[in-house]
């Protein structure tokens, strides 16, 4: 069974950073694509960013390419989201998300596993 664990959410001011971690166990990582989501009150789960299983690939969701980067270290089995210059639409709960052939879509059903969510607020 794959079991996926968030953290690094927090409250935070606009223009300030965070990084998010998602440790994985079991399963074979280094085989999964991986991505985040998140979700905001009253809204769809929304794609953000996905990576591929040698982190040579990587996606984003338009509104955050060029502040959020994505990347892994298969050793470690974890998946990290560098989050910079963070403005209020960023707030949500933030799931990280394994697919456990190819590396997945920006479509949620394409994921096989995810983690508990971990919670961002950005606030002034």
């Known amino acids: 069974q794959v079991h996926l664990v968030e953290s690094g959410g927090g409250l935070v001011q606009p223009g300030d950073s965070l990084r998010l971690s998602c440790v994985v166990s079991?399963?074979?990582?280094?085989?999964?694509?991986m991505a985040w989501f998140r979700r905001v009150p009253g809204k769809e789960r929304e794609f953000v960013a996905r990576i591929n299983p040698n982190g040579r690939l990587t996606y984003y969701l338009e509104t955050v390419k060029g502040r959020f980067t994505i990347s892994r270290d298969n050793a470690e089995k974890t998946v990290y989201l560098q989050m910079n210059n963070l403005n209020f639409e960023d707030t949500g709960v933030y799931y990280c998300a394994a697919a456990r052939s190819g590396w997945g879509s920006r479509i949620p059903s394409d994921f096989d596993d995810w983690g508990q969510g971990t919670q961002v607020t950005v606030s002034s």
């Open positions: 079991g399963g074979t990582f280094s085989n999964y694509g």
